[in-house]
């Protein structure tokens, strides 16, 4: 490893990649990811080992605490977890005052950061059993605020967890009770809903992570820093993908289905159009969760009863894009969010609230970088810039401009 204290900043010579696209940013011991061969694992397990052995919690300790739990740590861990589950009752004011048309997003990011007004002892934590405690927090209260920004959606009373479920089953339970009925489990739809969370749950220095990192680098706390990383994630060419791949894929459909036209589109430079869901910036092979995800997508389907007209557009979008020159040479595949959308929509989850569960999977992730970068010290995050701007000049008084 390198001895972070012995770099110096050096004068002179500044080195320029817009995007960072060959730029490590720190050193990192939690996900490796090889995008020539396709190759992603959590601590040295292969993604796809983990999401069809693993539950989401087992992957959220393991990210975040280096290890898989034992069944004793495990049970700790989750007893921690359901303890610190309530969330102060001020907090619904806030939540109150959004307008019903919010982007779950915006209301999350926003609700992530108000949360710090109410845990002061979570904001600046050092030692590792205060790191602990704030972890163990935010993993508790965050499903919470995404099960009331749904609620509140579907104009629907807030519901509470139950201490009896796994964790990813409460989530579904707060999200979906119906009122005034017990609650219905589901396998299938738990299972999907796992597999989901833990395909997502981290991705080495993604936009949203380099965000949080950074973020929590000026020793910003933990909360605030998860916030940051929610806004970074809500952008189309990020996390926001999800969304707008079902939403092209709907207007495909709706179009005709003439998916021939759109694959032009993706290709004409001078039209803004990209094949959502389509290419990524370290992946020049097939993105190792698309291909995990779009054999979960026709199971669900299929355990689920639903026959979807998306799903068969997908694949043809998807059958032509391999086949075609354009995508071929710029090795454009199908990423995490081309057919996770689809399985969303078959857990009867809104269309705009499939980043939320993008964010709640990757959690842990992020959670795993803002301690490791604490733990190791990292400085503060501040890259340099090439000026390209005016030399000196003179100022001119306002009459004169
Ligand atoms: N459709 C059509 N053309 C594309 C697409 C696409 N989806 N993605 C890239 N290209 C083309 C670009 O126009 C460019 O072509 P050129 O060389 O002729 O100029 C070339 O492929 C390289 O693309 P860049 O944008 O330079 O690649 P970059 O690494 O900067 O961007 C990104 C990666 C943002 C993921 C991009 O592929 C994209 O916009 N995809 C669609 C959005 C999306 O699915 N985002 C989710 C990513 S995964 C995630 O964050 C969870």
């Not at 508790?140 to 201490?163: E, I, Q, S």
């Not at 733990?375 to 000049?393: A, D, K, S, W």
């Amino acid at each position: 490893a390198i001895d972070i204290k012995s770099l110096r900043p050096r004068t002179g010579m500044i080195t320029l990649d817009p995007g960072y696209k060959n730029t490590g940013s720190c050193e990192s011991a939690i996900t490796f990811l090889d995008g020539e061969k396709g190759i992603l694992r959590y601590r040295g397990y292969a993604i796809e080992e983990l999401a069809e052995k693993a539950d989401f919690l087992e992957v959220a300790y393991l990210l975040i605490f280096g290890e898989l739990p034992n069944t004793e740590q495990l049970k700790s861990f989750h007893r921690d977890i359901k303890d610190e589950s309530h969330i102060d009752e001020e907090m619904k004011k806030i939540l109150d005052g959004f307008p019903k048309s919010a982007h779950p997003m915006g209301v999350l990011s926003s609700l992530t950061s108000a949360l710090i007004a109410f845990n002061p002892s979570s904001v600046n934590v050092t030692s590792e059993k205060e790191m602990y405690w704030a972890i163990v927090r935010i993993l508790a209260k965050f499903p919470v605020l995404v099960a009331w920004t749904l609620r509140k959606k579907k104009g629907l009373p807030l519901d509470y967890g139950d201490d009896t479920l796994g964790y990813v089953e409460n989530i579904h339970k707060m999200m979906f009770k119906k009122p005034n009925h017990a609650y219905e489990s589901n396998k299938v739809v738990i299972e999907a809903l796992d597999k989901l969370l833990i395909l997502h749950a981290d991705h080495e220095q993604n936009c949203s992570t380099s965000t949080v990192r950074i973020t929590g680098s000026s020793h910003a706390g933990l909360f605030v820093s998860l916030s940051a990383g929610i806004s970074a994630l809500w952008g189309p060419l990020h996390g926001g993908a999800n969304q707008a791949v079902l939403e092209m894929l709907e207007a495909i459909e709706k179009d005709g289905g003439d998916t021939k036209r759109y694959m032009a589109k993706a290709k004409d430079k001078n039209d803004p159009f990209r094949l959502m869901g389509f290419g990524h910036r370290v992946y020049k092979n097939f993105d190792p969760r698309a291909k995990i995800i779009k054999k979960a997508a026709d199971q669900v389907l299929d355990d689920l009863g639903i026959d979807d007209p998306i799903l068969d557009i997908a694949k043809g979008l998807e059958k032509e894009a391999l086949e075609d020159q354009y995508f071929v040479d710029r090795k454009l595949y199908p990423n995490v969010d081309f057919y996770s959308g689809i399985i969303y929509r078959a857990l009867g989850i809104p269309t705009d609230m499939f980043t939320v569960m993008f964010a709640m999977g990757r959690l842990p992730g992020w959670i795993a970088n803002w301690r490791e970068m604490r733990l190791r010290n990292e400085p503060i995050g501040r890259p340099r810039q090439v000026y390209i701007g005016e030399n000196l000049r003179s100022f001119v008084p306002v009459g004169k401009r």
